[in-house]
């Protein structure tokens, strides 16, 4: 149930290994598109494999759920208000598959939920159908792939699965085990719900460190890429490195799942939330002054080159984007200074017309270094130029 960013390539590499894979979308075009062998999400190699498990006939996409004998919730848990999980997918899927539950099923969600989902949906489930009470199998299992990475991390990453009984982890383990060649670990529903959220709060507690070290060390004028290499060097000393913000959809959003529910409890992780939010809004005040700066002492408007949309280095994809997030705002106050909008890993934008990354940052006065794709780290540092490097471009 959902062929996303997760979903569909789960629901290929599970075929790929042999197994009969229904997949299905609320949206048609998914289904139409999914159905003719074209990938509608951006994943490395995935295309190729999802023609071959469709030509196989293991694998076909549907708008509605067939009968089948395990069914995976992989659908979106988005925001509803401030920042509150909203699991209505979550449900809406679950009662899609509801009527065709029978014994001996498994159901499985998958979506990144909040504490507590697998039993509520449990609770829909035997309130609908009270005959499968203790003759179904439910769990929960996360996925925690990289995005650019899918193929080989679904099958090679360990993977958490908690089971509402012990019965049902060992069903979900069972299953799991036809393609995943990392270890299975079993544990109950609400930890495996909390480790997901754990996995992600950890990586933005610990940016959001490297984040706040960034902002004193540029009051301070220290080097902030050479003292968390220096610091590094202790043995047990491992600081992540700092950028202009936390995005995508995995890290920048499900702390707010443990925050929304535990909000006297969860401090640091709300706080670093905010430390990664404010260091995008410190980027793009940064460059907007920058650029004041120099129409007062040169007397001219300067030339910008903005380098890169993307949210992490070396991939197209823009969701989320705190680069991206900066360039909108410069843009938006900048409005009459020449703006040059660079991501040599997309063709073409719906909003700027981009320049080649090299052009640009030749033709700029002041280049803002968003995000550390490897062909920046091409370029020069030029004593001429005012760079703004918020990524580590020249960390070196
Ligand atoms: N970032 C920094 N500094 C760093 C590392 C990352 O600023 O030192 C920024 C990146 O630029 C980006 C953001 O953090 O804007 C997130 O990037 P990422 O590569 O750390 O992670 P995601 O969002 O692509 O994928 C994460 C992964 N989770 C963890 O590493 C704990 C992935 O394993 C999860 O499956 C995924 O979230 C998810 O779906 O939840």
């Known amino acids: 149930m959902g062929l996303g ?20 979308d609320i949206n048609p075009k998914v289904v139409e598109v999914t159905n003719r062998g074209k990938l509608h999400i951006i994943e490395p190699g995935m295309e190729e494999m999802l023609q071959e498990v469709i030509a196989t006939g293991k694998f076909k996409a549907y708008t509605t759920p067939q009968e089948s ?6 659908v979106p848990t988005p925001f509803k208000g401030d920042h509150e999980p909203d699991v209505s997918y979550v449900e809406a899927a679950t009662r899609a598959v509801l009527p065709l539950l029978k014994e001996g ?21 035997f309130t609908e159908r009270p005959e499968l009470k ?32 012990p019965e049902s982890t060992d069903k979900a383990i069972g299953f799991y085990s036809q393609f995943v060649k990392g270890e299975l ?6 930890t495996a719900e909390m480790c997901k959220l754990t996995e992600n709060s950890s990586r933005d507690v610990q940016i959001a460190f490297a984040n706040e070290l960034s902002l004193i060390c540029d009051k301070a004028g220290i080097n902030v890429w050479e003292l968390i290499n220096l610091a590094n060097k202790h043995p047990r000393v491992n ?39 404010y260091k995008s809004l410190w980027c793009a005040e940064k460059v907007k002054n920058t650029i004041l700066e120099f129409e007062l002492k040169n007397g001219r408007k300067p030339v910008v080159a903005m380098m890169g949309l993307a949210f992490k280095p070396n991939i197209d994809d823009l969701r989320e984007s705190p680069a991206a997030n900066i360039v909108g705002n410069v843009v938006k106050i900048c409005g009459n200074t020449e703006i040059l909008v660079v ?15 090299r052009e640009a940052f030749e033709r700029a006065d002041i280049v803002v270094m968003l995000t550390a794709h490897n ?9 001429k130029k005012t760079i703004l490097d918020f990524c580590g471009i020249y960390k070196k």
Request: hydrophobic content about 40%; some cysteine.
């Open 239 to 277: 600081i992540l490195q700092p950028g202009c913000g936390v995005g995508g959809h995995c890290i920048a959003v499900d702390p707010y799942f443990i925050t929304a529910d535990y909000p006297a409890e969860s401090k640091i992780i709300a706080t670093a939330r905010n430390i990664n939010n």
């Open 105 to 125: 099923d498994l159901y499985v969600i998958e979506s990144t939920s909040p504490i507590g989902t697998t039993e509520m949906m449990a609770n829909i489930i």
């Open 134 to 165: 203790g003759k179904i199998y439910i769990a929960y299992c996360p996925e925690r792939v990289l995005p650019g990475n899918v193929i080989y991390e679904l099958v090679h990453n360990d993977r958490v699965i908690g089971g509402l009984t």
């Open 185 to 190: 670990h079993k544990t109950n529903s609400r």
């Open 69 to 74: 004998d395990a069914y995976f919730m992989v």
């Open 5 to 24: 960013y997760i979903g569909l390539p789960t629901a290929i590499i599970a075929a790929k290994h042999g197994i009969d894979v229904i997949g299905v």
């Open 375 to 383: 062909r920046f780290k091409e370029l020069p540092w030029d004593e």
């Open 343 to 357: 991501e040599p890993n997309i063709q073409e934008h719906g909003t700027y017309t981009l320049t080649d990354y």
